[in-house]
């Protein structure tokens, strides 16, 4: 068992929140127990989410997504639901946004890369002043079709791809969740493969006519390894149990 605020404060530092400008109001959201001896683990703070953390007895629950994005919003609707479910477990909500994409170690960016088996991963992506990405490289050239495949079964998804460039990938970029706006800078990079949650109507024909490869892999499940890695590191600091609540979401 440790205090809540030990393991907000830890893992502001730990993800250099503070650094890193966002929509999101990354860390503490909802205040509940000031004990915690288990912490929950979700993508985002969706209804079904939350009442899920509460369910298996955990008394924080962290997220990517939050519920609080810098806007006013009127705590009506499924927001007062969400917020009267959190209250009334006395769960504490936390997130963290960009922080948790960029990180170099336990980002959903650079846990995609490990995952397929990258190396030498660097920041890739700019977004808003900063990389919010990772670019890496096999050390084997790898086929698109096994890279698809390997995504399909860690990450439980179904791949969208367009394959337009080297059948055989050495180099990668990836950029979790809604990236598929930045597909251009993989392109003006000369990266052999782009991979990211979401696809736009002109992705296609970006990638036709530059020859160049794509893969959306979902934005929810792009965005589940930052999480679980996250849960990881959480479990042993402060020696807490966690657990990942799945909500499968295809989009």
């Keep these: 068992m440790t205090d809540r605020d030990s393991i907000v404060s830890f893992t502001d530092a730990y993800l250099d929140s503070k650094n890193i400008k966002d929509h999101s109001l990354n860390g503490l959201q909802a205040e509940g127990r000031p004990a915690v001896r288990k912490i929950a683990f979700g993508v985002s703070a969706s209804l079904e989410c939350i009442r899920k953390a509460a369910a298996c007895g955990a008394d924080m629950l962290i997220v990517h997504h939050g519920l609080l994005w810098g806007k006013s919003q009127a705590f009506k609707g499924p927001l ?136 959306s892999a979902g934005h929810y499940n792009t965005e589940k390894p930052g999480v679980l890695a996250l849960a990881r590191v959480l479990e042993k600091k402060f020696g807490v149990k966690t657990e990942f609540i799945d909500i499968p979401n295809p989009a």
């Design 80 to 215: 007062k639901r969400k917020l009267e479910q959190l209250f009334s477990s006395g769960m504490s909500l936390c997130a963290w946004h960009l922080p948790l994409d960029r990180h170099p170690e336990s980002g959903n960016n650079a846990q995609l890369l490990k995952m397929l088996g990258a190396k030498n991963l660097k920041p890739f992506g700019t977004y808003d002043g900063g990389s919010i990405g990772a670019r890496g490289v096999f050390a084997r050239p790898l086929d698109m079709g096994d890279i698809a495949a390997a995504l399909a079964i860690k990450l439980d998804a179904e791949p969208l791809c367009f394959r337009f460039g080297r059948e055989k990938i050495r180099t990668v970029g990836a950029v979790s969740g809604g990236a598929a706006g930045m597909f251009e800078q993989a392109v003006e990079a000369g990266l052999d493969l782009y991979l990211t949650g979401d696809v736009w109507e002109s992705t296609q024909e970006l990638a036709r006519e530059s020859g160049a490869n794509f893969i």
